[in-house]
């Protein structure tokens, strides 16, 4: 474990995922696709804490990374099960397809 | 007797007439005609008869300090803020309401006949009760606050009354006229009791007087403040200068209740106001030679208006408006107990003249131009001999006349006293003049002559009793206070004297007294003889003086009333008109109607972006988090 | 372990830029897992081998086989996955580009201010993990508990009723 590696480096690792993970909410149209990319932008937001934990040598980060992954999981779940319940309505999963709301 | 007298509640005068209006207001509509008329003409006829019973009693039992009170319930208490529904009945309260109750009644039994036809029938008496239950809280009033709810209360019942008639849009002009000009007077004295108020701590009418004499100097600036704002609500409600323009519309009325309310009682509060309230007014002697003032301009004016009236009812009304000047003009100088006098047999003679006006009017089917009646003499022989009573007694007649003895009085106060001065006298004398020439003028022109109009109707006997009892008064009412060369009776002052401070001559000996009251009755009796010579032995003088180009213009002028109409319409009414329609278009709403105008709009906006697509409103929170980070990372 | 976390953060990265810009749904999830274990390998190369054990079995392992059992439920074939996608055309990519730059140039311009420190020397192993999430985030732990059941419950009373009722219309 030899040290050296700068914790901005780490950090920006983590932001970098987290741009892409936004990038591709806004982007995609299919609900499946972004789920995924909000898997991905949490993951980044559990890498920080990793990172950071791993800085100060405390367990709290990873504490806190378990917390994300566990919310994470409850998400997912909920997530997809509210995909399938989409896709048998509008047999699609487009996300602008789905609405049914007129501002 | 007497001790029945003196268990008589004092609250039974006022609350008698407030039943009848209770009664009537509830169920009068459904009440015969009959029983209408019993209750209403009862009600006062009762009241009437208590007050004499009180009178007895008040002065064979004088109670301690000469006021009797009764409080009956405590009506506000707030802190130091107390007001008790109590009546007190002194000298002063006791002439007043023996005015009020008797000629109140005869007005009444007169109305029963006069209104006999009119579907309005019990509404009117309602009206009527209504008035006279609160002329005499008013008069009956042990502080200022219950005084001003009775003020109030005369105006409303004023208002109702002007405005009967409502089918004609004109009638209710003038009865929001004559509400809206009181409404100025009244604003003031509101204003005056509030200030007595924070002073003195209290609104009763004798300590807040004690508390004044004690406390205030004389010429202080607050004491002149509240004499003049006293003043002015005086000025409104007995129709004075400036404030004098409601009276003559105020005819609109049905007769009786110009009888009653604008000739006999209402607008002589404001007299009965300042005699009440002297303690204040000799504290001011500015504002005593106000009153003297706008008293002697008063009669004036309003007595070169009734010269040249064409309607019987407008004549009265601008004589009521120059003799209640005549009143002021004595309280001015500081008779009070003379302006109460002369405000008596007033109410006596005023009302005898309108009920005789109202007889002719009806008679003639509801004519009331003079120059259309005329040689009523032999057909109405009862109304035309009392009439010439009331006539005599207003032009003050000397020695036969009640008149004569109250306003001979006044004039010879207004030159004799400290605050008096030759030229009061001399307007004073002038209006007497103008007095004696308008009343006998109208006299002349209605009764005498040729006939023009056609008697329709004879008045039945409860339209002349009221008319006899009156013109007796008329005679006799004067002889309670006679001047020293004619037997020297001074029961009137003596019985007014622990109230009003008596008047105070400062000119020495009789000498000067005898010779102006011969001046008076010459410049009275030349007045009648031209009257005389005008109306009935050549016509054609007044005539060459009204085709004149300066007679026209002049009588055009008093015609109108001095102009004062239409210098109000100009400065006061229009702009305010103009303003209101202004503000109709809701300028200023302008303001809060933009604000509401951007938050639709705003919102029809904003509604856009919730158009159901997860994209938009991802996107929106990825804006929101951006600018909130840009905000952390560059500040 | 320097070369192996740079190497690996930069997998990372791209793996996840490949991800988001697939059509085939099963690509992406492939490259998904290939971005979630490079970054179970930075883990390791600072120590938090905890961590990076658990971004393996719970990330990799079993979110993904989550999605993979959907896509193959829902049954998202090559042709299927991205057929109303805009992915190509500019105007939907402008917007988003712009703003996922600002937000990574703001997150780099944040972390260069500050000052440079590594990384401790000492690895955080399951031990230490372990004793803090059971002593101070103990209550932490329940709520994670309840969030757990709170999505159980959830996903199979929205999935129970996914194929027999079609819809609740």
Redesign the interface.
């Known amino acids: 474990m030899t040290a050296g590696i700068p914790l901005e480096h780490g950090l920006l690792v983590a932001a970098g995922l987290f741009v892409i993970g936004f990038i591709g909410v806004l982007v995609r149209r299919n609900l499946l696709f972004q789920l995924l990319s909000i898997e991905i932008m949490l993951n980044a937001a559990g890498m920080a804490f990793v990172i950071a934990g791993a800085r100060w040598g405390e367990a709290d980060g990873q504490v806190l990374f378990i917390f994300i992954l566990v919310m994470a999981a409850a998400e997912v779940a909920v997530g997809l099960a509210l995909l399938l319940r989409l896709s048998n309505r509008f047999g699609d999963l487009d996300g602008d397809s789905v609405s049914s709301m007129r501002g | 007797m007497d001790g029945f007298c003196c268990s008589l509640p004092l609250w039974l005068i006022p609350a008698l007439p407030a039943a009848g209006f209770v009664v009537l207001a509830l169920v009068g509509a459904r009440l015969p005609k009959r029983w209408a008329a019993v209750i209403g003409a009862g009600s006062v006829g009762l009241s009437a008869a208590v007050t004499p019973c009180a009178a007895s009693c008040y002065l064979r039992h004088p109670p301690d300090g000469g006021v009797r009170i009764e409080r009956l319930w405590t009506w506000i208490d707030v802190g130091t803020f107390d007001i008790g529904f109590s009546l007190a009945l002194d000298a002063l309260s006791l002439v007043m309401i023996f005015v009020v109750t008797f000629v109140g009644f005869l007005i009444h039994l007169y109305s029963t006949e006069y209104m006999a036809d009119d579907p309005g029938f019990s509404r009117f008496f309602a009206y009527m009760n209504l008035f006279v239950a609160f002329m005499l809280m008013l008069v009956l009033a042990d502080n200022l606050f219950l005084l001003y709810l009775g003020w109030e209360g005369v105006g409303l019942c004023s208002y109702l009354l002007i405005g009967f008639w409502y089918d004609d849009p004109e009638n209710g002009r003038a009865a929001r006229k004559a509400f809206v000009v009181t409404r100025v007077g009244d604003t003031a004295m509101a204003i005056a009791l509030l200030l007595i108020f924070k002073h003195a701590g209290t609104l009763d009418i004798g300590q807040a007087m004690t508390w004044a004499s004690d406390n205030w100097a004389v010429g202080s600036g607050l004491a002149v403040a509240v004499a003049f704002l006293l003043l002015g609500g005086a000025v409104g409600k007995s129709a004075q200068l400036p404030l004098q323009v409601w009276l003559p519309d105020a005819m609109a009325g049905p007769t009786p209740v110009s009888a009653l309310i604008h000739a006999a009682t209402m607008v002589t509060a404001g007299v009965y106001l300042i005699a009440r309230t002297h303690a204040v007014f000799m504290l001011a002697p500015a504002a005593m030679t106000a009153v003297a003032v706008i008293g002697a301009a008063t009669l004036l004016l309003a007595g070169c208006s009734a010269l040249v009236q064409t309607d019987i009812k407008r004549v009265l009304a601008y004589s009521t408006i120059s003799q209640i000047g005549y009143m002021f003009l004595g309280l001015g100088v500081g008779a009070w107990s003379a302006a109460i006098f002369h405000l008596m047999t007033h109410s006596f003679f005023k009302a005898l003249l309108f009920l005789g006006a109202g007889a002719v009017i009806i008679s003639l089917h509801h004519e009331q131009d003079i120059f259309k009646m005329g040689g009523l003499r032999d057909r109405l022989p009862t109304v035309f001999w009392t009439f010439l009573i009331g006539s005599a007694s207003l032009a003050a007649l000397p020695l036969v006349t009640a008149g004569f003895y109250s306003k001979d009085l006044i004039l010879w106060y207004s030159w004799s006293t400290e605050y008096g001065s030759p030229w009061l006298w001399a307007a004073g004398t002038v209006g007497a003049f103008l007095t004696a020439l308008y009343s006998f003028r109208l006299v002349f022109i209605v009764f005498f002559g040729d006939e023009k109009g056609h008697v329709e109707r004879h008045p039945g006997l409860r339209i002349l009793i009221p008319l006899v009892v009156l013109a007796v008064l008329s005679v006799i009412g004067g002889l309670v206070e006679t001047p020293a060369m004619l037997g020297h009776v001074t029961l009137f002052s003596d019985l007014l004297d622990p109230v009003l401070p008596p008047a105070e001559s400062t000119v020495p000996g009789h000498q000067t007294e005898h010779l102006l009251q011969a001046v008076v009755a010459a410049i009275t009796l030349v007045g009648v003889f031209l009257a005389f010579l005008f109306y009935v032995r050549r016509p054609s003088i007044p005539a060459a003086l009204r085709s004149s180009p300066l007679g026209a213009r002049v009588c055009r002028f008093w015609l109108s009333g001095w102009g004062f109409d239409t210098l109000y319409d100009r400065i006061l009414v229009r702009p305010f008109v103009d303003l209101a329609r202004l503000l109709r278009l809701d300028p200023f709403d302008g303001i809060s109607s933009t604000l509401g105008r951007v938050t639709a709009a705003g919102n029809s906006v904003l509604?856009?972006?919730?158009?159901?697509?997860?994209?938009t409103y991802?996107?929106g929170i990825?804006?929101g988090?951006?600018i909130a980070?840009?905000i952390v990372?560059f500040t | 372990m320097t070369v192996i976390f740079y190497l690996s953060s930069v997998i990372a990265l791209l793996a996840a830029a490949i991800a988001i810009s697939r059509r085939n749904a099963f690509h992406a999830l492939l490259y998904v897992v290939v971005s979630l274990l490079a970054v179970a390998v930075t883990f390791f190369s600072i120590g938090a081998a905890f961590a990076g054990a658990l971004e393996i079995i719970v990330y990799a392992g079993a979110i993904i086989v989550l999605f993979i059992f959907v896509v193959m439920m829902l049954n998202l074939g090559p042709q299927a996955a991205g057929r109303a996608d805009g992915l190509l055309t500019p105007s939907m990519w402008f917007g988003p580009a712009l703003l996922a730059l600002t937000l990574l140039v703001e997150l780099s311009v944040i972390l260069i201010r500050a000052t440079g420190t590594g990384t401790s020397d000492t690895a955080v192993g399951p031990r230490e993990v372990a004793l803090s999430l059971f002593g101070p985030y103990a209550i932490g732990v329940e709520l994670a508990s309840f969030l757990l059941l709170a999505g159980l419950v959830g996903a199979a009373r929205l999935g129970s009723g996914a194929r027999s009722t079609g819809g609740d219309r």
Do not use: C, H, L, N
């Open positions: 509604s856009r972006t919730q158009d159901g697509r997860i994209r991802v996107f990825g804006v988090a951006v980070v840009t990372v």
